[in-house]
């Protein structure tokens, strides 16, 4: 499992109808820079790297896309819920990347590859987008080895300030990672 390569999660996720069926529904909405990320990524290789059969639940699927020309919240609740009317049994969350920062309370992303590098964890700062040809494409900013090797800790966007720390922690106790992959390996700080 150590030695999973990009080449090699883009098959796993290939080989995934469920997951595929996901990224199919999403490139419907022609989102501009759009990807699925995160726990979508993330728990497919923990999944398979603690030798699951039945994958994981997810609390919800993220959907992040880069949009400047609408920037409102309410945009995102309509994608959603196209979303749902296509998958009604998959928690679909989208969010507009030019939004996010003044959420987060940061300095704006200049698309969506930089607001996934700028994720808590290196694990889940991963996305899959569908390219028009049906290329899985793989945004893997901080590369997957952590990911792949089961290690959770903060991006260098995280390690910057004592309060993006303080973040990351408070996510490592919410999430709990541990409990359903006992061989994760975490770093506090």
């Not at 497919?44 to 997810?58: C, F, M, Q, V």
């Not at 196209?82 to 939004?99: D, E, T």
């Not at 290196?122 to 899959?128: C, I, N």
């Not at 991006?155 to 990351?168: D, Q």
Request: aromatic letters at 10%; charged letters at 30%; hydrophobic letters at 40%.
């Amino acid at each position: 499992m150590a030695d999973l390569k990009e080449e090699d999660i883009i098959r796993l996720v290939r080989e995934d109808e469920w997951m595929m069926g996901i990224l199919a529904t999403v490139k419907k909405l022609a989102l501009p820079d759009w990807w699925v990320c995160a726990g979508f990524v993330r728990s497919k290789i923990w999944d398979i790297r603690h030798g699951y059969e039945e994958r994981t639940p997810l609390p919800d699927v993220d959907v992040i896309y880069y949009d400047s020309s609408q920037v409102g919240e309410e945009l995102e609740k309509e994608w959603e819920k196209r979303l749902r009317s296509i998958q009604p049994a998959v928690p679909w969350s989208v969010k507009n990347q030019v939004r996010m920062h003044r959420v987060n309370g940061i300095s704006s992303y200049s698309s969506s590859a930089d607001a996934i590098s700028k994720f808590p964890e290196t694990a889940s700062a991963l996305g899959l987008n569908l390219s028009d040809d049906n290329r899985i494409l793989l945004c893997a900013p901080w590369g997957v080895a952590d990911a792949v090797n089961g290690i959770v800790r903060p991006t260098p966007f995280f390690r910057e300030t004592p309060e993006r720390l303080a973040v990351y922690r408070s996510r490592l106790i919410q999430k709990n990672w541990s409990r359903q992959w006992g061989q994760i390996t975490v770093e506090r700080d």
